[in-house]
T-cell receptor
Framework: SQKIEQNSEALNIQEGKTATLTCNYTNYSPAYLQWYRQDPGRGPVFLLLIRENEKEKRKERLKVTFDTTLKQSLFHITASQPADSATYLC???????????????FGKGTKLSVKP | DSGVTQTPKHLITATGQRVTLRCSPRSGDLSVYWYQQSLDQGLQFLIQ???????AKGNILERFSAQQFPDLHSELNLSSLELGDSALYFC???????????FGPGTRLTVT
């Protein structure tokens, strides 16, 4: 079955530095990969989507890479701020259950803490 | 605010009981998804509906069922509740069958 690993449960960095989060997956070739942010007790918030034929995607201070050979995605937050502190979830498009790949398979997340 | 609404926000009930969780998707979204989040399991996909029809199913227990109505709102029914069903239940919606999903605030279910 598909397996997703987000390498660190927690990541602590200093304000202004670049945070790099890793997502690895096995036994699977997803059509796309997404990153979400989740604050305690709240629903995940969509950040970025990258397709299997794309290498890199950017949005403001966020950058995602997708290496289908390594089966890995890297998520970067540049010039990090304390407000970026949250849990970041990697999600892969699901297997083709009943003709749809809409469902997402989530990693367990990396809790990022940005210290001032 | 994602535009997805869920009710109730909190639910406390006893083992063996049945509850219904409700979700209204963002305006214009045709897909609704249900996820369960517990501390040890993370976010787990339960089921997806698209324009009223079931389109994908995850590891949803037989005690759980869902439906999507003509106005596109969805309900998740949980019956014969067990202590282990205590979790956050999220609804999400997307415009089409695939793509980015917008999550509601969740319903926190506590089974005592």
């Amino acid at each position: 079955s598909q397996k997703i690993e987000q390498n660190s449960e927690a990541l602590n960095i200093q304000e202004g530095k670049t945070a790099t989060l890793t997502c690895n997956y096995t036994n699977y070739s997803p059509a796309y990969l997404q990153w979400y942010r989740q604050d305690p007790g709240r629903g995940p918030v969509f950040l970025l989507l990258i397709r299997e034929n794309e290498k890199e995607k950017r949005k403001e201070r966020l950058k995602v890479t997708f290496d289908t050979t390594l089966k890995q995605s890297l998520f970067h937050i540049t010039a990090s701020q304390p407000a970026d502190s949250a849990t970041y979830l990697c999600a892969l498009s699901g297997m083709n259950y009943g003709g749809s790949q809409g469902n997402l398979i989530f990693g367990k997340g990396t809790k990022l803490s940005v210290k001032p | 605010d994602s535009g997805v609404t869920q009710t109730p926000k909190h639910l406390i009930t006893a083992t063996g009981q049945r509850v219904t969780l409700r979700c209204s998707p963002r305006s214009g979204d045709l897909s609704v998804y249900w996820y369960q989040q517990s501390l040890d399991q993370g976010l787990q996909f339960l089921i997806q509906y698209y324009n009223g029809e079931e389109r994908a199913k995850g590891n949803i227990l037989e005690r759980f069922s869902a439906q999507q109505f003509p106005d596109l709102h969805s309900e998740l029914n949980l019956s014969s509740l067990e202590l282990g069903d205590s979790a956050l239940y999220f609804c999400a919606s997307s415009q089409g069958l695939v793509g980015e999903q917008y999550f509601g605030p969740g319903t926190r279910l506590t089974v005592t």
